[in-house]
């Protein structure tokens, strides 16, 4: 356990990762400015997970008012980070942090480049999970779904999107499409729960049915993989909609169709078949070349994120920011250490953790692990660095620089006053929770701006 980090540390992002990282890094000395683009921490917790899952979401909420409550952090909210933004990584390595932890998670989005992805009615699912969850300023902004809803992919994001579809819009139809066999399905059952009772089981028998013989000669159990969505049934809700929810394996997307006037009225598809890796790891699609129509209202890519490509540190091949391939400060043989690929060396004092290190890789509890990770590999790079000038400085610096910019930043105190006004609407309106929808809203409320 590090003790007595004598430094000024800047964790940029007040996700799990950022929060359980400058806990970490706060209990053991350091003084942590905890930086983050939203008004209120808590990042995926807040907004990735299901807007009505209020219980998980308020336990997190008291974990996080606890991790704050560390005197040694510092929190700045509504202050971005990146090349065209508040601040730059430059501009904090020139106030004198010590070393900067960048835990800003992804916050691009993974398109796969097909024609029709700019139609109106095709989105990526991180946008309308941000929209459910009232994050600004996706919280205000239009998505129009229509009746029929067609998904990529089949992990628990899409039974996110077709929870929202089905149980709070009461779409006609959702269909998930698949390039691979149902064996290769990532969501979990207590995920498929609340959405089975509206699924095509008729339609689901067909699909196994067709898929069976191909499955089993790379080796899968096609039985195996139906009782495992079918494992679901026992603890399944109760339909409040007539939403017919169909699961479409081997298929791949190869067009999105427009009507003539920038709308999506359907979804081209190609038929696959399966093959085994040559690593012997799985499989992999190919595609057969035939291909069909779904015709859709609304198509919703749920292929897992990327970093934000503006942030202003180097990408990797595969569009991930760049770890150092021989770390200097490894933990458990990981890389958290940011590297430019031009100089080929390691980004003195920069550190990567969570989403920033791995897009998409686990949920709250494998974030707050990284986090935590990342940050005992930074107080090791801390531990043979010289302290100039004094923490406190630091902080007081950065609180000066952002004290003369036009948009307001927000304390851990106003986070909590925050919360008290919000919870005290909740009440008033006999909600079981209320959020305000916008950064205008919130700063009025905390008469951080004045009323429009």
Not at 83 to 98: P, T, V, W
Not at 106 to 112: E, I, P, R, V, Y
């Amino acid at each position: 356990m590090e003790n007595n980090i004598n430094h000024s540390v800047a964790v940029i992002g007040a996700g799990p990762a950022g929060l359980f990282a400058a806990s970490h890094l706060a209990k053991n000395g350091a003084q942590v400015a905890l930086i983050n683009r939203d008004i209120k921490y808590g990042g995926l917790a807040e907004y990735g997970i299901f807007h009505n899952k209020h219980k998980m979401k308020n336990g997190l909420r008291k974990q996080f008012h606890k991790v704050i409550d560390d005197p040694n952090i510092h929190y700045f909210g509504n202050v971005s980070v990146g090349q065209n933004a508040h601040l730059r990584i430059a501009d904090l390595k020139e106030m004198g942090f010590s070393a900067i932890l960048v835990t800003v998670g992804a916050q691009g989005t993974k398109w796969l480049g097909l024609p029709g992805e700019d139609l109106e009615g095709v989105y990526h699912a991180k946008d309308l999970v941000y929209h459910y969850n009232q994050l600004p300023p996706y919280s205000s902004q239009d998505y129009p779904i229509g009746k029929k809803v067609t998904i990529i992919g089949v992990g628990n994001v899409m039974l996110d999107i077709a929870h929202w579809a089905i149980r709070d819009l009461h779409v006609d139809q959702v269909i998930s499409i698949a390039r691979r066999g149902p064996a290769d399905v990532k969501f979990t059952k207590k995920e498929m729960s609340l959405v089975f009772k509206n699924l095509n089981l008729a339609d689901l028998d067909s699909e196994f049915d067709r898929a069976k013989d191909l499955m089993e000669s790379v080796g899968q159990d096609a039985q195996a993989a139906k009782d495992f969505i079918f494992s679901a049934e026992k603890s399944a809700q109760e339909s409040v909609s007539d939403t017919d929810f169909k699961l479409s394996f081997l298929q791949q997307p190869k067009q999105i169709i427009g009507d003539g006037n920038g709308k999506v009225i359907a979804l081209e598809v190609e038929e696959t078949t399966l093959k085994l890796r040559e690593d012997g790891k799985g499989t992999r699609s190919i595609g057969l070349g035939k291909t069909k129509r779904i015709e859709t209202d609304s198509v919703v890519f749920c292929i897992g994120d990327q970093v934000d490509q503006q942030f202003g540190l180097p990408l990797d091949k595969w569009g991930e920011f760049a770890k150092s391939p021989t770390p200097a400060y490894p933990i458990e043989d990981v890389s958290f250490e940011a590297y430019d690929l031009e100089t080929n060396t390691a980004i003195d004092g920069v550190f990567l953790a969570g989403w920033a290190r791995e897009a998409s890789s686990g949920l709250v509890g494998t974030a707050r692990k990284d986090g935590v990770q990342g940050a005992k590999a930074l107080a090791e790079y801390l531990g043979e660095k010289e302290t100039s000038p004094p923490p406190v400085e630091i902080i007081q610096a950065l609180q000066k620089e952002l004290k003369s910019n036009s948009d307001p930043f927000v304390t851990s105190a106003e986070i909590k006053e925050l919360t008290l006004i919000e919870n005290a609407i909740a009440e008033k309106k006999e909600l079981p929770f209320f959020k305000f929808s916008s950064n205008e809203d919130m700063l009025e409320a905390l008469k951080l701006v004045k009323p429009a």
